[in-house]
């Protein structure tokens, strides 16, 4: 199994929060959105939610519509702090990142509802 089959293994909710995060800041790849806009009537189903692929991420982890924005913010902040520091912060390093922070297997535990993300 390499590393990114291990990364998803029993955890299929973090690539979709991972997209989530590439999609805020206009980093997904279009035909990444393209799929999960067709599965979005499944996703929608299997967690009894409707809407958008976004909007079905965003409520499953209980957060408002303004979480776009919020990770938008993270990501210009990260970016600026990494690149002050020498570091080269990639759009997907940033959304596994994003991903690890709000997941409740992450060591740090899962945000309450009100919390905005890191």
Not at 5 to 14: I, S, T, V
Not at 61 to 90: C, F, H, K, P
Request: net charge negative; charged share 30%; aromatic share 8%.
């Amino acid at each position: 199994m390499t590393a990114i089959e291990d990364r998803y293994a029993g955890r299929p909710f973090l690539r979709l929060l991972e997209c989530l995060a590439l999609d805020a800041i206009d980093e997904l790849d279009p035909a990444q959105r393209a799929a999960l806009e067709e599965m979005a009537p499944k996703l929608g189903a299997s967690l009894d939610f409707e809407g958008t692929w976004q909007q079905i991420v965003a409520g499953q982890m209980q957060w408002g519509d303004g979480i776009g924005d919020a990770i938008r913010e993270v990501w210009e902040r990260n970016s600026a702090i990494a690149r002050e520091e020498g570091i080269e912060l990639t759009p997907d390093e940033f959304a596994m990142l994003f991903a690890d922070a709000n997941t409740e297997d992450y060591a740090g535990g899962q945000p309450s509802n009100d919390e905005a993300p890191p």
